[in-house]
Structure formats: structure tokens, C-alpha cells
């Protein structure tokens, strides 16, 4: 149903740079595929902020991390993968769920063990939950790091699931 799909498992309200990395730990979760437009780079930039950055190398410490995203640039997505040493697809076509087939078959786990982390209803947490992972739903990055204070695409999105019926008001 779709109103199933379109809720996130967990919708903690703030960025990926502030997400309680033990909470997913504690939840069993033993890898991540993170979005990156707006949940790891502020748009049309290709510099990780400090915050983000810090986030991801101490998940990487603990979890296997994989880079998923829709942009095709992959020189951009690429630049930001090499930087941290992490594998990344793009050109994903989320909510598609050929290229997130492939990253759970390298990753070798259980979806149910495997969080997917982003900042868009529709394409993240859609796909996410097509194929059982565990979904979280974060504020999308400014170019300071910071959550985006008045993001229309998420608030669109967010306001479309309340009115079916899949995330509370």
C-alpha cells in the first residue's frame, strides 16, 4: 500500500550530520547507503560541509557505506566517494530498485540489517522500503551543513504522505 511505502522507519528531524549513529547501531543496522544531494552536499555543490564530513568518517569506523545517487555526474558523486573511500552508484534511478539490488548484493546482508538514509519521500525512503531496508528520512543539508529552512520539495512531499495517511502531522 502506499501509504506503507512512503513511511520512513525513522524520521529523527535533523541532518545526517546530527543522526545518533549508536541508535542505528542499537537497532541491528550493519551497513548504510546514503543518498547524497541534499543529505550528505548542499545542491549544486561538491564539497562535503565539516559536519557531514566528520559524520561520515566515524560511520565509516563502525559501518560499511555505500554512496547512492540519482546524479549522474559522476564526476561530482565520485569526487566525494574517493575522498572518504567509499564505494558509490549513480545514476540510481530511485525509486527504481535495480541499482539498490546490486548494492545489497555486494554488501552480502540482510535489507532488513541495511539502513538507507536520505531526504526525499519519494525516491529514498520509496525504494528503501520496496526492498525492506530501514528507512530514515532526514532534513536535507544547507551550505553551511545545516538543515535547509525552508525546503518546499521535502515539505511538498512530507504534506503529500499526511494526506494519505503514512506520516504523522
Known amino acids: 500500500m502506499l501509504r506503507d511505502l512512503l513511511t520512513p522507519d525513522w524520521l529523527p528531524g535533523t541532518t545526517l550530520a546530527h543522526l545518533p549513529l549508536q541508535d542505528l547501531l542499537d537497532r541491528d543496522i ?32 563502525r559501518l560499511p557505506l555505500h554512496l547512492l545517487s540519482n546524479n549522474p555526474s559522476r564526476r561530482r558523486i565520485g569526487a566525494v566517494a574517493d575522498s572518504l573511500g567509499l ?36 525516491t529514498d525512503v520509496l525504494v528503501g522500503n520496496r526492498m525492506g531496508l530501514f528507512t530514515v ?16 520539495l521535502q515539505n511538498l512531499e512530507l504534506r503529500m504522505a499526511r494526506w494519505v495517511g503514512s506520516v504523522p502531522g
Open 87 to 122: 564505494p558509490y552508484t549513480t545514476s540510481a534511478s530511485k525509486p527504481r530498485r535495480s541499482a539498490l539490488r546490486r548494492v545489497l548484493q555486494e554488501l552480502d546482508l540482510p535489507p532488513a540489517r541495511v539502513a538507507l538514509v536520505g531526504d526525499r519521500l519519494f
Open 30 to 61: 550493519r551497513a548504510l547507503v546514503l543518498d547524497v544531494d541534499r543529505t550528505l552536499l548542499p545542491s549544486r555543490q561538491a564539497t562535503l560541509p565539516p559536519q557531514a564530513e566528520l559524520w561520515l568518517r566515524h560511520a565509516r569506523e
Open 137 to 152: 528520512l532526514v532534513k536535507p543539508i544547507d551550505a553551511d551543513g545545516e538543515p535547509c529552512r525552508q525546503d518546499r
